[in-house]
């Protein structure tokens, strides 16, 4: 495949699965080639849930050297991955045991412990402007010293996951600046982590790698890797390693005049800032702060977004569950997702609302039970079926959105006139078609693979095959199909509703 082309190799990890995809820009348009798709599994060991940093480096390295057999002369390698984790690296370059998993129950009580103890609420919200979420790098690495962790003791340095894939390609380590921002450990006004949160819990500036920017390159492929993939000194370029930032770049908007929810496992609601805004009412509300590209902002808040449709609907296959599709019953295993939330809007809307955020749904046993413990103890009608409790995911999802975005109207100095939703969610149309209809805006639904489009875009701009973000937009506008949905439902019927969720979910 010897041609005049630029290629990009962008490795998109999410919490639940992982690709590689070889991207190129034709003729104006983004080209994009899924090379690999694999499972990214929690392993659950001695107590605790890790996430195999090896087998995740085994299958970017096999999709390189698919890369490598074809002949393909790439430009340069970016990689995205999910925030907070990290990997410890100890004095002999060696990594020392698979890195924990944000959702390892040993930070469930030591954020509270932590800031009672160590340093008060409002003095990390002012350093940093990040959500409080027990699983923060801070509070993991709190948990992790009062526990007396091994790997943290004898670490020579902390790298962040995707910072960590490119160290095992480079031997080059690095702080990426948007993944290093949702440590709830990095000053927005500095640029850089903070002295005085990192002595909290006995780490120093130098546990960590030299801080970049996205469209840093931060060296070439090891000769080891050469060996292995068939391919030359190729440059690893750090890109918004936090999967949001690159899905926030690859907002295919016409100006700043928007809002974006990325929609998948999470949902993340925000803004682009050109500041970090920090004050009373974002402290107050748990709004973040995270890097985002050319010095921008990413004002957001995290919504527990379709986890807790992923959990139920693997619960019910495990069940042995069933649906009625076209008058047969029909094992939940093979129905296929635009099925099951088809059965979903026969419900009624509204019987049963949940607070998505509320810590009942953060990693319970059984989410089914969950959901219907919180709809006992609100008085409400419990949810049985699979399309009652999808129903009752959906609304308050939307519901959960129409709070989020009031407040982004807030907090913006301009007009919030449309709402992209972007990421894996952006396909299910019933719940864009709610979130029109609860937050009464606009609502363009699409690219579906973001992420994946951010990193490679942010891969060409620091080629000079772009010029700046807007220019990247412009590409993508012109390279995907957005599809419109307008507030279409029952505004009397929504505002009711909203009460509703409010009262319950104080």
């Known amino acids: 495949m010897k041609d005049n082309k630029k290629y990009f190799f962008a490795v998109d990890l999410g919490a639940t699965s992982g690709r590689t995809i070889l991207g190129t820009l034709v003729d104006g348009r983004l080209e994009q080639e899924e090379l690999t798709r694999f499972p990214n599994n929690l392993i659950e060991t001695g107590g605790h849930f890790y996430w195999d940093i090896y087998a995740l480096y085994f299958e970017m390295i096999k999709g390189l050297q698919i890369v490598g057999k074809r002949g393909v002369d790439i430009t340069s390698i970016g990689i995205d991955t999910w925030g907070v984790d990290f990997v410890f690296v100890g004095e002999d370059g060696a990594l020392l045991r698979n890195p924990m998993a944000y959702r390892d129950p040993h930070t469930f009580e030591r954020m509270e412990e932590y800031l009672n103890h160590v340093a008060d609420r409002k003095t990390v919200y002012d350093i ?4 409080f979420m027990n ?18 003791k004898h670490c020579q340095k902390i790298l962040f996951i995707p910072d960590a894939l490119s160290w095992m390609l480079t031997g080059e380590a690095v702080c990426e600046y948007t993944i290093a921002s949702t440590s709830q450990m990095l000053d927005p006004r500095t640029g850089d982590l903070s002295e005085r949160l990192l002595k909290s819990v006995g780490l120093t500036r130098e546990h960590f790698g030299r801080m970049v920017l996205p469209g840093t ?5 090891t000769e080891e890797v050469q060996k292995m993939t068939g391919l030359g000194a190729v440059p690893v370029i750090a890109v918004a390693g936090h999967d949001t930032a690159s899905a926030v770049a690859a907002v295919p908007a016409k100006n700043e005049q928007f809002a974006y929810l990325s929609s998948g496992t999470w949902s993340l609601m925000g803004i682009e800032t050109k500041e970090a805004v920090i004050n009373e009412r974002s402290y107050e509300l748990n709004f973040t702060n995270e890097g985002g590209v050319e010095g921008t902002t990413r ?16 619960e019910w ?7 009625e599709v076209k008058g047969e019953s029909v094992p939940l295993s093979e129905v296929s997702h635009p099925e099951l939330q088809g059965s979903a809007m026969q419900v009624e809307p509204f019987r049963s609302i949940i607070n998505p955020d509320d810590k009942a749904f ?8 969950a959901i219907q413990q919180y709809c006992r103890e609100t008085g409400q009608q419990v949810p049985e079926t699979p399309a009652e409790l999808c129903r009752c995911i959906f609304d308050s999802l939307a519901l959960r959105y129409r709070q989020v975005f009031q407040w982004l ?7 919030l006139q449309i709402l992209h939703i972007i990421g894996g969610g952006s396909l299910n149309k019933y719940l864009n078609q709610f979130t029109a209809d609860a937050c009464g805006v606009e609502v363009l639904a699409g690219p579906q693979e973001c992420t994946a489009i951010g990193n490679i875009m942010l891969q060409a701009k620091a080629a000079g095959v772009v010029g700046d973000i807007w220019q990247m937009r412009r590409i993508i506008a012109d390279s995907v199909e957005m599809v419109p949905y307008h507030p279409a439902g029952d505004k009397a019927a929504w505002d009711q509703a909203y009460k509703r969720y409010l009262e319950i979910a104080k």
């Open 128 to 131: 940093t402007g990040i959500q």
């Open 135 to 152: 699983f923060n790098s801070l509070f993991q690495l709190y948990a992790m010293q009062q526990a007396g962790n091994s790997a943290l």
């Open 217 to 221: 390159q931060i060296g070439v492929l």
């Open 299 to 314: 004002f957001l808040k995290n919504i527990c977004g379709m986890w807790l449709y992923e959990r139920c609907r693997k």
């Open 317 to 323: 296959i495990s069940r042995g569950e069933r649906l």
């Open 362 to 369: 953060a990693n319970p046993p059984s989410m089914i039970e």
């Open 409 to 415: 109207k807030e907090f913006s100095n301009f007009d």
